[in-house]
């Protein structure tokens, strides 16, 4: 068989079970999406859960019976690691599956959810990127909270293990008094005292503190970049710009949040193209050093009323994009990459 024309590309997604049938949970009409591509190129491409790889059998979607049914299939010359939540990532199931899939010398990629704080460690410490991050830390107690708002008078709490804009506060100081703001809400004035007491601090999961920027802003309302970058197993291209703009709130731009998707070409005059190339390159270069190659990652990156480009956050399992356009690039792109590790294996999975 020749694997450059014929690869066979497995997608591994979260499993669940409905009348004692199992099933896999993940964004199925992006994978349809996927499939059909590989499919018409010649390829295989189908979904698996850790039960079914176990069973050797996949998930194949038929358009004649608008189904998807499980079928037995080859084992995989590539994964591509669509686990829709940390949870089932920790869990064992994907764990032994991931680990049966090493010892195989099978090539996976993304095999974990990135931790916000770790992913700014890795990046602080290269000299290019250092200007492009927001001051950040993890937040370690309440004095610290108090110290950042006298220095920045407004923060964002971020859980380190959340996406899509969840569960992140806005926490503002303002004439001496302290205002909090999620996606749903704002509440104050408070005293210091009673802004820990109202939002509990102490109580909750890991979050990263970070200075709000003060971003450039479209009809009053600000907006950020969502940069696409997939590997193309030489170096980190960037494969679309979309925009976000922040709506029913003004806390985030994330669009299951309450932001909405912006035309790009609309700010194609204030955009730097070059450098975000640039931001890209660099980024995919130190997280893949610091973590293993990746194959694919976004970035949410602000720009300032200044014109300075900030990166909030990187993620290493980006969400289907609205954009059709850069969708159907990233699938183009993806596919070349799935040929590639087919026939290279190069990729690494957790060290």
Not at 108 to 125: G, I, Q, R, S, T
Not at 221 to 245: A, M, P
């Amino acid at each position: 068989m020749n694997t450059l024309r014929f690869p066979v590309i497995g997608i591994l997604a979260g499993s669940k079970t409905e009348n004692g049938e199992l099933l896999f949970s993940g964004d199925g009409k992006y994978f349809k999406q996927l499939q059909q591509s590989i499919h018409k190129s010649g390829g295989l491409c189908y979904v698996m859960t850790p039960e079914s790889f176990k069973a050797s059998t996949g998930f194949l979607y038929f358009p004649s019976l608008k189904k998807w049914a499980l079928a037995d299939v080859p084992k995989p010359q590539a994964v591509y690691i669509r686990i829709p939540s940390r949870k089932e990532e920790k869990g064992e199931h994907f764990q032994g599956c991931l680990q049966k899939l090493k010892l195989q010398g099978v090539p996976c990629f993304n095999p974990f959810y990135f931790h916000k704080w770790e992913v700014w460690k890795a990046l602080y410490n290269d000299s290019f990127l250092l200007p492009f991050l927001p001051p950040a830390s993890l937040l370690e107690s309440e004095q610290q909270l108090y110290h950042w708002l006298n220095i920045y008078r407004s923060v964002y709490l971020k859980p380190a293990e959340k996406s899509k804009g969840k569960g992140i506060l806005r926490v503002s100081l303002t004439n001496g008094f302290y205002y909090t703001e999620t996606i749903y809400e704002k509440k104050g004035p408070f005293s210091f005292q009673d802004l820990l007491k109202e939002s509990e601090f102490s109580a909750s999961a890991e979050k990263l503190i970070q200075a709000e920027i003060h971003s450039d802003k479209i009809d009053g309302r600000k907006y950020d970049l969502r940069v696409l970058s997939v590997w193309n197993g030489i170096d980190y291209e960037l494969t679309g710009i979309g925009v976000r703009q922040s709506d029913k709130q003004d806390v985030t731009t994330h669009i299951p949040a309450g932001g909405k998707l912006f035309p790009s070409e609309a700010i194609m005059d204030r955009i730097d193209v070059g450098l975000l190339k640039s931001l890209v390159q660099k980024t995919g270069t130190v997280l893949s050093k610091h973590y293993g190659e990746i194959g694919e990652f976004s970035m949410d990156i602000g720009r300032s009323h200044d014109g300075q480009y900030w990166i909030y956050e990187v993620n290493s399992r980006p969400m289907a994009f609205d954009e059709k356009d850069i969708q159907t690039k990233r699938i183009h792109h993806l596919k070349k990459l799935f040929t590639h590790l087919a026939n290279n294996a190069k990729l690494s999975v957790v060290q």
